[in-house]
């Protein structure tokens, strides 16, 4: 096979978009978020040592107030984090979330190069 031209891209995306497997991508990096030992862990240590919650002023604030406090305070790092994670599995073939991609990518490009061939 030849190299891919930026059409033969965009029609492997609109396939994959079309197929659910964006949809089925984002179940299965949430479950791995929601799975990942070390990403739990990590969550836990910032919000314990949280700064908003271990201050002398959390009782006199009222429950929303301390949540907002506390994602302005946690949130980039929080996300940061979920990103790194989120990327590792998508990038592990040791992950079934890499697996599921490599295998959609491959058969959406097979099907637009097949298509191709039928005109």
């Known amino acids: 096979m030849g190299s891919i031209n930026p059409d033969d891209c965009t029609a492997v995306l609109n396939k994959i978009m079309a197929d659910g497997t964006f ?19 990590y ?8 700064e908003t ?13 301390n949540f907002e406090q506390l994602r302005k305070e946690l949130e980039a790092k929080v996300m940061d984090e979920a990103l790194n994670t989120t990327w ?22 097979c099907a637009v190069y097949a298509g191709r061939q039928q005109r």
């Open 43 to 50: 969550v836990e240590e910032l919000v314990a040592n949280s």
């Open 88 to 109: 590792g599995a998508l990038t592990s073939s040791e992950k079934p979330i890499s697996r599921l991609i490599d295998q959609r990518v491959h058969e959406a490009l």
């Open 23 to 41: 949809d089925e991508l984002r179940q299965q990096a949430v479950a791995e978020l929601k799975s990942n030992v070390v990403f739990k862990e």
């Open 53 to 65: 919650l271990n201050s002398s002023k959390v009782e006199k604030k009222t429950q929303k107030e």
